[in-house]
């Protein structure tokens, strides 16, 4: 009899692909191999702004849901800290200053769109966001750290001074998707759901360079 694949591994397994592609696109790769800019930085925070106001309040609609309650945390909480990179790198008025790019747009449609009604859309989400933030995410922070003399200012976002232990966090995050009671289809539209967060993620960093391009021809 064959062993039984936990989810949390099949949902790595089958997703990696995605996450592969949206690591490699173009944007992100110039960024974290210093050929990008503080203004392309800049950029992509905005964007994560309008992407975290609508998971966290989604978050906040779902915290009484009976499976997507375990997965939701004060620690993971990323808005407060967006917030204030924004006010460090645009300035006060950085609200005024920022739009949500087509994408963008589409992708926080998306995340409104699954947790008004299906808390494993939700959790998709979720989970490609904030493990990917614990993972990932640190270094992204190490390099803006590095190229833009930042030190805790400008990248608060990847900081969660509420975990401790990153690997255990996550650990436990894995543990509580495999506990969580769904039959095959349901897992199977979980893991689409992740790579439809993953396209958005790709589709994002297309959209910041075509946006960062076409700055350039005008000016």
Do not use: C
């Not at 702004?49 to 989604?58: G, K, L, Q, S, T």
């Not at 808390?119 to 750290?145: C, E, K, P, V, W």
């Amino acid at each position: 009899m064959a062993a039984v694949i936990p989810f949390s591994q099949a949902l790595r397994e089958r997703t990696w692909t995605g996450h592969s592609d949206s690591e490699g696109a173009g944007f992100m790769t110039d960024l974290m191999s210093g050929k990008g800019t503080k203004d392309d930085y800049i950029a992509l925070v905005a964007q994560h702004y309008f992407i975290y106001e609508a998971i966290e309040a989604a978050a906040d609609r779902m915290k009484n849901d009976p499976v997507a309650a375990a997965f939701i945390s004060p620690k993971l909480t990323r808005l407060p800290a967006i917030e204030e990179d924004l006010r460090f790198l645009i300035g006060d008025d950085w609200r005024s200053q920022i739009t949500p790019l087509p994408t963008t747009q589409r992708y926080v449609t998306r995340i409104n769109e699954v947790a008004a009604t299906w808390n494993g859309g939700f959790i998709a989400h979720h989970y490609t966001r904030y493990l990917g933030d614990l993972s990932g995410g640190q270094i992204i922070r190490t390099l803006m750290q590095r190229q833009f003399g930042f030190e805790t200012n400008g990248v608060g976002f990847y900081l969660f001074g509420d975990i401790a232990k990153p690997k255990e966090f996550k650990e436990t995050y894995r543990t509580q998707l495999d506990a969580v009671d769904w039959d095959d289809a349901e897992r199977d539209r979980v893991i689409d759901e992740v790579l439809v967060a993953y396209r958005f993620n790709t589709e994002l960093f297309l959209d910041l360079a075509d946006a960062k391009a076409a700055t350039t021809q005008v000016a």
